[in-house]
Protein backbone atom coordinates (compact mmCIF):
# COMPACT_ATOMS: atom_id res chain seq x y z
CA UNK A 1 0.00 0.00 0.00
CA UNK A 2 1.37 3.76 -1.11
CA UNK A 3 2.25 5.78 1.80
CA UNK A 4 -0.32 8.49 0.49
CA UNK A 5 -3.07 5.70 0.67
CA UNK A 6 -2.26 4.49 4.47
CA UNK A 7 -2.02 8.25 5.23
CA UNK A 8 -5.56 8.56 4.20
CA UNK A 9 -6.52 5.31 5.84
CA UNK A 10 -5.65 6.28 9.19
CA UNK A 11 -7.17 10.15 8.70
CA UNK A 12 -10.48 8.59 8.29
CA UNK A 13 -9.66 5.77 11.04
CA UNK A 14 -8.70 8.70 13.18
CA UNK A 15 -12.37 10.55 12.35
CA UNK A 16 -13.81 7.67 13.35
CA UNK A 17 -12.17 7.26 16.54
CA UNK A 18 -13.04 10.97 17.23
CA UNK A 19 -16.92 10.58 16.50
CA UNK A 20 -16.89 7.51 19.03
CA UNK A 21 -14.63 9.73 21.93
CA UNK A 22 -17.27 12.99 21.43
CA UNK A 23 -20.16 10.54 21.96
CA UNK A 24 -18.47 8.77 25.08
CA UNK A 25 -18.10 11.96 26.32
CA UNK A 26 -21.46 12.85 26.11
CA UNK A 27 -22.60 9.84 27.43
CA UNK A 28 -19.89 10.30 30.41
CA UNK A 29 -21.87 13.94 31.36
CA UNK A 30 -25.52 12.49 31.06
CA UNK A 31 -24.87 9.31 33.34
CA UNK A 32 -22.34 11.84 35.66
CA UNK A 33 -25.53 14.10 35.61
CA UNK A 34 -27.88 11.04 36.34
CA UNK A 35 -25.56 9.34 39.14
CA UNK A 36 -25.40 13.11 40.91
CA UNK A 37 -29.37 13.80 40.60
CA UNK A 38 -29.55 10.11 42.63
CA UNK A 39 -27.09 10.95 45.27
CA UNK A 40 -28.99 14.26 45.76
CA UNK A 41 -32.51 12.21 46.20
CA UNK A 42 -30.84 9.86 48.67
CA UNK A 43 -29.68 12.42 50.71
CA UNK A 44 -32.77 13.93 50.62
CA UNK A 45 -34.81 10.66 51.36
CA UNK A 46 -32.33 10.11 54.80
CA UNK A 47 -33.50 13.68 55.66
CA UNK A 48 -36.66 12.69 55.75
CA UNK A 49 -36.15 9.47 57.50
CA UNK A 50 -34.94 10.89 60.24
CA UNK A 51 -37.59 13.51 60.44
CA UNK A 52 -39.85 10.24 60.45
CA UNK A 53 -38.02 8.71 63.42
CA UNK A 54 -38.34 11.62 65.27
CA UNK A 55 -41.86 11.52 64.24
CA UNK A 56 -42.30 7.90 65.83
CA UNK A 57 -40.40 8.65 68.58
CA UNK A 58 -42.17 11.73 69.64
CA UNK A 59 -45.87 9.70 68.96
CA UNK A 60 -44.13 6.65 71.60
CA UNK A 61 -44.08 9.19 74.38
CA UNK A 62 -47.25 11.15 73.64
CA UNK A 63 -49.35 7.62 73.31
CA UNK A 64 -51.03 8.80 70.06
CA UNK A 65 -50.37 8.88 66.48
CA UNK A 66 -47.98 5.90 66.35
CA UNK A 67 -50.08 3.99 63.85
CA UNK A 68 -50.04 6.92 61.17
CA UNK A 69 -46.10 7.72 62.60
CA UNK A 70 -45.06 3.80 61.86
CA UNK A 71 -46.75 4.35 58.25
CA UNK A 72 -44.97 7.39 57.19
CA UNK A 73 -41.70 5.71 58.80
CA UNK A 74 -42.10 2.62 56.63
CA UNK A 75 -42.42 4.23 53.26
CA UNK A 76 -39.53 6.15 53.55
CA UNK A 77 -37.67 3.38 54.62
CA UNK A 78 -38.73 1.54 51.41
CA UNK A 79 -38.39 4.32 49.49
CA UNK A 80 -34.49 5.28 50.41
CA UNK A 81 -33.73 1.89 49.81
CA UNK A 82 -35.46 2.15 46.46
CA UNK A 83 -33.33 4.90 45.89
CA UNK A 84 -29.97 3.97 47.03
CA UNK A 85 -30.32 1.02 44.32
CA UNK A 86 -31.10 3.35 41.76
CA UNK A 87 -27.83 5.44 43.18
CA UNK A 88 -25.70 2.62 42.94
CA UNK A 89 -26.91 1.49 39.29
CA UNK A 90 -26.46 5.44 38.03
CA UNK A 91 -22.89 5.30 39.99
CA UNK A 92 -22.05 1.70 38.25
CA UNK A 93 -23.00 3.42 34.73
CA UNK A 94 -21.18 6.35 35.26
CA UNK A 95 -18.29 4.40 36.02
CA UNK A 96 -18.45 2.48 32.82
CA UNK A 97 -19.36 5.30 31.10
CA UNK A 98 -15.66 7.21 32.37
CA UNK A 99 -13.50 3.60 31.51
CA UNK A 100 -15.43 3.90 27.82
CA UNK A 101 -14.39 7.16 27.22
CA UNK A 102 -10.73 7.07 28.61
CA UNK A 103 -10.27 3.91 26.21
CA UNK A 104 -11.77 6.09 23.52
CA UNK A 105 -9.22 8.85 24.57
CA UNK A 106 -6.14 6.13 24.49
CA UNK A 107 -7.47 4.93 20.77
CA UNK A 108 -7.76 8.05 19.51
CA UNK A 109 -4.21 8.92 21.14
CA UNK A 110 -3.08 5.84 19.34
CA UNK A 111 -4.56 6.16 15.85
CA UNK A 112 -3.51 10.01 16.35
CA UNK A 113 0.35 8.97 16.32
CA UNK A 114 0.21 6.60 13.47
CA UNK A 115 -1.72 9.00 11.69
CA UNK A 116 0.99 11.72 11.94
CA UNK A 117 3.76 9.56 10.96
CA UNK A 118 1.79 8.16 7.90
CA UNK A 119 1.33 12.03 6.98
CA UNK A 120 5.01 13.17 7.38
CA UNK A 121 6.15 10.38 5.76
CA UNK A 122 3.72 10.95 3.07
CA UNK A 123 5.03 14.71 3.11
CA UNK A 124 8.34 13.73 3.15
CA UNK A 125 7.60 11.65 -0.33
CA UNK A 126 5.82 14.05 -2.01
CA UNK A 127 7.80 16.89 -1.25
CA UNK A 128 11.33 14.67 -1.88
CA UNK A 129 9.11 13.95 -5.13
CA UNK A 130 8.48 17.87 -5.69
CA UNK A 131 12.06 18.74 -4.49
CA UNK A 132 14.07 16.41 -7.35
CA UNK A 133 12.19 17.85 -10.14
CA UNK A 134 14.04 21.02 -9.85
CA UNK A 135 17.26 19.38 -9.10
CA UNK A 136 20.15 20.13 -11.12
CA UNK A 137 23.11 17.49 -11.68
CA UNK A 138 25.37 17.82 -8.99
CA UNK A 139 28.39 19.73 -9.92
CA UNK A 140 31.51 17.77 -10.64
CA UNK A 141 33.88 18.26 -7.80
CA UNK A 142 36.46 15.52 -8.54
CA UNK A 143 39.63 16.77 -10.74
CA UNK A 144 39.77 13.69 -13.41
CA UNK A 145 43.32 13.23 -14.89
CA UNK A 146 42.96 13.26 -18.62
CA UNK A 147 43.86 9.97 -20.71
CA UNK A 148 47.70 10.59 -21.18
CA UNK A 149 47.91 11.52 -17.06
CA UNK A 150 45.95 8.38 -15.94
CA UNK A 151 49.13 6.04 -14.46
CA UNK A 152 50.32 2.50 -15.00
CA UNK A 153 47.45 0.25 -13.26
CA UNK A 154 50.19 -1.11 -11.11
CA UNK A 155 50.64 2.03 -9.43
CA UNK A 156 46.51 2.05 -9.29
CA UNK A 157 46.43 -1.26 -7.66
CA UNK A 158 49.07 -0.08 -5.29
CA UNK A 159 46.85 3.04 -3.90
CA UNK A 160 43.83 0.82 -4.42
CA UNK A 161 45.19 -1.85 -1.88
CA UNK A 162 46.31 0.31 0.25
CA UNK A 163 43.19 2.34 0.87
CA UNK A 164 41.16 -0.57 1.44
CA UNK A 165 43.57 -1.87 4.40
CA UNK A 166 43.68 1.79 5.72
CA UNK A 167 39.97 2.27 5.40
CA UNK A 168 39.19 -0.71 7.28
CA UNK A 169 41.85 -0.20 9.78
CA UNK A 170 39.87 3.02 10.62
CA UNK A 171 36.56 1.67 10.55
CA UNK A 172 37.99 -0.88 13.11
CA UNK A 173 39.58 1.89 15.18
CA UNK A 174 36.39 4.18 15.00
CA UNK A 175 34.07 0.72 16.25
CA UNK A 176 36.47 0.36 19.27
CA UNK A 177 36.72 3.99 19.98
CA UNK A 178 32.69 4.44 19.77
CA UNK A 179 32.63 1.38 22.45
CA UNK A 180 35.09 2.80 24.57
CA UNK A 181 32.89 6.03 24.68
CA UNK A 182 29.93 4.41 25.32
CA UNK A 183 31.52 3.13 28.35
CA UNK A 184 33.38 6.15 29.74
CA UNK A 185 29.71 7.27 29.07
CA UNK A 186 28.60 6.09 32.02
CA UNK A 187 30.42 7.95 34.55
CA UNK A 188 29.09 10.78 36.36
CA UNK A 189 30.37 14.75 35.74
CA UNK A 190 33.93 14.96 37.62
CA UNK A 191 37.68 14.19 38.00
CA UNK A 192 38.88 11.07 37.93
CA UNK A 193 42.68 11.18 38.56
CA UNK A 194 43.90 12.50 35.51
CA UNK A 195 40.67 12.28 33.40
CA UNK A 196 38.32 14.80 33.68
CA UNK A 197 34.20 14.30 32.67
CA UNK A 198 31.80 16.71 31.39
CA UNK A 199 29.09 17.17 29.42
CA UNK A 200 27.95 19.95 27.12
CA UNK A 201 24.03 21.03 25.90
CA UNK A 202 23.96 19.39 22.54
CA UNK A 203 23.19 21.02 19.31
CA UNK A 204 20.09 21.69 17.77
CA UNK A 205 19.49 20.48 14.14
CA UNK A 206 16.98 21.42 11.46
CA UNK A 207 13.38 19.34 11.32
CA UNK A 208 13.74 18.94 7.63
CA UNK A 209 9.98 16.89 7.92
CA UNK A 210 9.14 19.91 9.93
CA UNK A 211 9.99 22.42 7.31
CA UNK A 212 8.81 19.83 4.19
CA UNK A 213 5.73 20.09 5.75
CA UNK A 214 5.46 24.01 5.83
CA UNK A 215 6.26 24.65 2.70
CA UNK A 216 3.91 21.93 1.39
CA UNK A 217 1.15 23.55 3.19
CA UNK A 218 1.73 26.75 1.62
CA UNK A 219 1.71 25.41 -2.10
CA UNK A 220 5.72 26.04 -2.42
CA UNK A 221 8.94 23.46 -2.80
CA UNK A 222 10.63 22.77 -0.58
CA UNK A 223 13.98 24.38 -0.95
CA UNK A 224 16.58 21.44 -1.91
CA UNK A 225 20.59 21.09 -2.08
CA UNK A 226 22.29 18.80 -4.63
CA UNK A 227 25.23 16.91 -3.19
CA UNK A 228 28.45 15.69 -4.02
CA UNK A 229 28.92 12.28 -6.06
CA UNK A 230 29.38 9.51 -4.11
CA UNK A 231 32.72 7.79 -5.30
CA UNK A 232 33.40 3.75 -4.40
CA UNK A 233 37.03 2.59 -5.20
CA UNK A 234 36.30 -1.77 -5.34
CA UNK A 235 39.49 -3.53 -4.72
CA UNK A 236 37.81 -6.64 -3.42
CA UNK A 237 39.05 -8.84 -6.00
CA UNK A 238 42.59 -7.20 -5.95
CA UNK A 239 42.55 -8.22 -2.23
CA UNK A 240 41.52 -11.44 -2.65
CA UNK A 241 44.06 -11.77 -5.36
CA UNK A 242 46.72 -10.43 -2.78
CA UNK A 243 45.63 -12.79 0.05
CA UNK A 244 46.23 -16.03 -2.26
CA UNK A 245 49.20 -15.09 -3.76
CA UNK A 246 50.66 -14.79 0.11
CA UNK A 247 48.98 -18.02 1.18
CA UNK A 248 51.20 -19.49 -1.89
CA UNK A 249 54.55 -17.99 -0.92
CA UNK A 250 55.65 -20.20 1.68
CA UNK A 251 54.41 -23.44 -0.37
CA UNK A 252 56.68 -22.24 -3.12
CA UNK A 253 59.79 -21.58 -0.63
CA UNK A 254 59.56 -24.48 0.91
CA UNK A 255 59.01 -26.10 -2.49
CA UNK A 256 62.71 -24.60 -3.65
Known amino acids: ?39 ARVLKARTLRAEARKTLRAAERAGKGLATAARRLATREARLLELVDTARAARAEAAAARRATRSAERRVERIGRRAALAATRSVEK ?9 LTP ?12 IPAVEEIETHAARHAELDRQAKDLAKSAEAE ?9 GTYGQVVITRTTGRSVLDGAAVALAYTARGEVPPRKATRTTFKCDATALLADQAAANEEAPLLTIAA
Open 1 to 39: MSTTATAARNLARLVEAEDVLTAARREQARAAGVAERAA
Open 126 to 134: IAAALGETA
Open 138 to 149: APETDRLLTADE
Open 181 to 189: KTWLRQLPN
